[in-house]
């Protein structure tokens, strides 16, 4: 099993991201996906989740509204679009799925900053 997140970078508030999470090594359309962050001295926290089929997603508290999930199984991705970025929105934000024990991708950074 192997995740590989993509799309971090800089963005100025109220900016907007896209993040990439292309998958490997297991039923890709079988298994829900996740998005988490870590911030600097904080732990890691879940920020969004979607079902094998993508019709089912939730969001945590500080993102709903802004950050939508979304996968394509043909392709075996995930995606997270954030919008009206936050400074708060600031950290590493890692893929991950459960398949026996919990995968997770390197991290794609995330900076949200004038």
């Known amino acids: 099993v192997q995740l590989v997140e993509s799309g971090g970078g800089l963005v100025q508030p109220g900016g907007s991201l896209r993040l990439s999470c292309a998958a490997f090594?297991?039923?890709?359309?079988?298994?829900?996906m996740n998005w988490y962050r870590q911030a600097p001295g904080k732990e890691r926290e879940l920020v969004a989740e979607?079902?094998?089929?993508?019709?089912?997603?939730d969001y945590a508290n500080a993102v709903k509204g802004r950050f939508t999930i979304s996968r394509d199984n043909a392709k075996k991705m995930v995606f997270l679009q954030m919008n009206s970025l936050k400074p708060d929105d600031t950290a590493v934000y890692y893929c991950?799925?459960?398949?026996?024990?919990?995968?997770w991708g390197q991290g794609t950074q995330v900076t949200v900053s004038s």
């Open positions: 991950n799925t459960y398949y026996f024990t919990d995968y």
């Open positions: 090594g297991f039923d890709f359309s079988a298994h829900d």
């Open positions: 979607i079902n094998g089929g993508g019709g089912i997603t």
